[in-house]
C-alpha cells in the first residue's frame, strides 16, 4: 500500500532564507507526486505537480521539487521565502489507475519569521 | 479561473441527525472525491466516484456515508447518523477528463461541528 512521510511537522525559518520540505514516499507502482498548500482557513491548492519527464517541477511563486526515484523523495525546496509563504505544505502520491485517489502525507507547518 | 464551491462553509449538528455537504465541481471534470481532515491530522480519501458509481472507498466510508451526484452539476456527501467522531474538515475535490492528469483541485472544504 502506498503511504507518504513527511519528516518534519513544523519548520520555522527566517524570511529570505533557504528552506526544504521533505517528503518519502512508498509504493509498489510509478506513482503521481504532488505538493498541496494550505493557507489558514482556506482550502487545498495545487502547488507543483510531477506527472512524468523532467524530475525537477517548479511553480509559478519559486518553490520547486525534485523526484529522486531511487530514493523514494519528493522534496520541496524554495531558495528564499517570504511572510506570505507561511502555511501548511502537503506531499501526496497517486498511483493513478481507475481512481486516481491522493493519499497525503501528514503536512509540514512552514512558519516564517520577519 | 473554474473552481470548486462547497456549502455550506461550516455546519453543526446533533449526534445521531443527518447531514448532507455540498459540492459543486469544475463543470467538465469527470472525476469526483470526497476527504476529510480531522483536526491537526492529515487528510484523507473517503470514496471517489466516476460515471455515476462509485470506484473506490476506504474503510471510513461506511454504511452511514452515502454519496450523490443528483444532476449535472452538484456532488453530495450524506451521513445518515452523525457521531462526535465524524467532526472534521470534508473537502470536495474534482479531476479533469484527461486520463494521464491526476492533479484534483479541492474545494474551500465544510467545517462539520457534531455535538
Known amino acids: 500500500a502506498q503511504s507518504v512521510t513527511q519528516l518534519d511537522s513544523q519548520v520555522p525559518v527566517f524570511e529570505e532564507a533557504p528552506v526544504e520540505l521533505r517528503c518519502n514516499y512508498s509504493?509498489?507502482?510509478?506513482?503521481?507526486l504532488f505538493w498541496y498548500v494550505q493557507y489558514p482557513n482556506q482550502g487545498l491548492q495545487l502547488l507543483l505537480k510531477?506527472?512524468?519527464?523532467?524530475?525537477l517541477v517548479e511553480s509559478i511563486n519559486g518553490f520547486e521539487a525534485e523526484f529522486n526515484k531511487s530514493q523514494t523523495s519528493f522534496h520541496l525546496r524554495k531558495p528564499s521565502v517570504h511572510i506570505s509563504d507561511t502555511a501548511e505544505y502537503f506531499c501526496?502520491?497517486?498511483?493513478?489507475?481507475?481512481?486516481?485517489?491522493?493519499?497525503f502525507g501528514q503536512g509540514t507547518t512552514l512558519q516564517v519569521k520577519p | 479561473e473554474p473552481e470548486v464551491t462547497q456549502t455550506p462553509s461550516h455546519q453543526v449538528t446533533q449526534m445521531g441527525q443527518e447531514v448532507i455537504l455540498r459540492c459543486v465541481p469544475i463543470?467538465?471534470?469527470?472525476?469526483f472525491y470526497w476527504y476529510r481532515q480531522i483536526l491537526g491530522q492529515k487528510v484523507e480519501f473517503l470514496v471517489s466516484?466516476?460515471?455515476?458509481?462509485?470506484?473506490?472507498k476506504s474503510e471510513i466510508f461506511d454504511d452511514q456515508f452515502s454519496v450523490e451526484r443528483p444532476d449535472g452539476s452538484n456532488f453530495t456527501l450524506k451521513i445518515r447518523s452523525t457521531k462526535l467522531e465524524d467532526s472534521a474538515m470534508y473537502f470536495c475535490?474534482?479531476?479533469?477528463?484527461?486520463?494521464?492528469?491526476?492533479?484534483?483541485?479541492f474545494g474551500p472544504g465544510t467545517r462539520l461541528t457534531v455535538t
Open positions: 475535490a474534482s479531476r479533469g477528463q484527461v486520463v494521464s492528469s491526476y492533479e484534483q483541485y
Open positions: 509504493s509498489s507502482v510509478s506513482v503521481y
Open positions: 510531477y506527472l512524468s519527464g523532467s524530475t
Open positions: 501526496a502520491v497517486s498511483e493513478g489507475g481507475n481512481t486516481g485517489k491522493l493519499i
Open positions: 463543470s467538465n471534470h469527470l472525476y
Open positions: 466516484f466516476y460515471n455515476n458509481e462509485i470506484s473506490e
